[in-house]
């Protein structure tokens, strides 16, 4: 028979699901940096190729920069910043039943 010392407490399994959500916060920060990249490296092409074909002014190049720097950045915000906010305890936090039940679910 198994006494209660045995078992892991509350806590224990607060803590790793606090753990769990913060690795799943890392992940997904490093999943988005990928695709900012992936986003970056489209609006360079689409860029390169528009200089390529057009010829363009120096204003229309300026325009280009402008257009690939808040592009870079933009993609940045929107795909990055959130995760690691949240990583760093400055986002919304879930709560630790909502981990538990996705965890729940994804390993029955």
């Known amino acids: 028979m198994h006494s209660a010392s045995n078992h892991p407490s509350r806590e224990h399994f607060v803590a790793r699901l606090v753990s769990v959500r913060n690795t799943e916060h890392l992940w997904n920060a490093l999943r988005g940096a990928g695709t900012a990249m ?3 490296s489209a609006v360079v092409l689409l860029l390169v190729t528009i200089e390529a074909i057009a010829h363009a002014s120096m204003q229309v190049r300026f325009g ?8 870079v950045s933009g993609s ?8 690691v906010l949240r990583r760093i305890g400055l986002g919304a936090h879930e ?3 909502r981990t538990a039940l996705r965890v729940g679910v994804a390993y029955p």
């Open 38 to 40: 992936l986003a970056s």
């Open 76 to 83: 940045v915000a929107y795909c990055v910043v959130p995760h």
């Open 64 to 71: 280009m920069w402008l257009a690939l720097v808040l592009g």
């Open 95 to 97: 709560d630790p039943t």
